[in-house]
Antibody, heavy 120, light 110 residues
Framework: QLQLQESGPGLVKPSETLSLSCTVSGDSIDTSSYYWGWVRQPPGKGLEWIGDVFYTGTTSYNPSLKSRVTIFVDTSKSQFSLKLTSVTAADTAMYYC????????????WGKGTPVTVSS | QSALTQPVSVSGSPGQSITISCAGIRSDVGSYNLVSWYQQHPGKVPKLIIYEGIKRPPGVSSRFSGSKSGNTASLTISGLQAEDEADYYCSSYAGDSTLVFGGGTKMTVL
């Protein structure tokens, strides 16, 4: 059974870079059927799509975050990762990694989420 | 890329049916049958309940159904049960390999 597990620091200072990883277990990450993505949810607010990556390294990003976001994949480790630069308090959120079906744009498997707080 | 528009809250009594709308624009909801719906209980992970506008994943109750008319997608929950009380989010393909979520709807069972 496919499982996704986020990892990374829970506290990041303003203006620094947020870095998270998601480890995929129970299935292969190098499949043409799925992309691997990130979604965040600020406290008490709604979901926001950040972006995703194909196993070949092809990426798609939310236009509103594109200038600060990098998502990349390491198939040898069955991991994909998120980097968000120049963070502010507005980036404080629960960060979820998720599997997104190719061509059909739905996320069918989610990680448990990891909370990230931006504060000095 | 603007968020899809959902009502902030809806409510219904046990056994009743409710519908949650998800209004987009022609370049997202209106152009593709790629709307999905997620259910999120407090403190829990979002769960996919509808994909490609009308399809249910295995294990999701048939009381959940999806539809679309023009630029607006809808989620209907029939035979409301207490366990259906949750936040519901729609999302859609928005072109250029991007995806957009709705603002979310808090569904209360009276």
């Amino acid at each position: 059974q496919l499982q996704l597990q986020e990892s990374g620091p829970g506290l990041v200072k303003p203006s620094e870079t947020l870095s998270l990883s998601c480890t995929v277990s129970g299935d292969s990450i190098d499949t043409s059927s799925y992309y691997w993505g990130w979604v965040r949810q600020p406290p008490g607010k709604g979901l926001e799509w950040i972006g995703d990556v194909f196993y070949t390294g092809t990426t798609s990003y939310n236009p509103s975050l594109k200038s600060r976001v990098t998502i990349f994949v390491d198939t040898s480790k069955s991991q994909f990762s998120l980097k968000l630069t120049s963070v502010t308090a507005a980036d404080t959120a629960m960060y979820y990694c998720a599997r997104r079906r190719s061509f059909f744009y739905y996320m069918d498997v989610w990680g448990k989420g990891t909370p990230v707080t931006v504060s000095s | 890329q603007s968020a899809l528009t959902q009502p902030v809250s809806v409510s219904g009594s046990p056994g009743q049916s409710i519908t949650i709308s998800c209004a987009g624009i022609r370049s997202d909801v209106g152009s593709y049958n790629l709307v999905s719906w997620y259910q999120q209980h407090p403190g829990k992970v979002p769960k996919l309940i509808i994909y490609e506008g009308i399809k249910r994943p295995p294990g999701v109750s048939s009381r959940f159904s999806g539809s679309k008319s023009g630029n607006t997608a809808s989620l209907t929950i029939s035979g409301l049960q207490a366990e259906d009380e949750a936040d519901y989010y729609c999302s859609s393909y928005a072109g250029d390999s991007t995806l957009v979520f709705g603002g979310g709807t808090k569904m209360t069972v009276l």
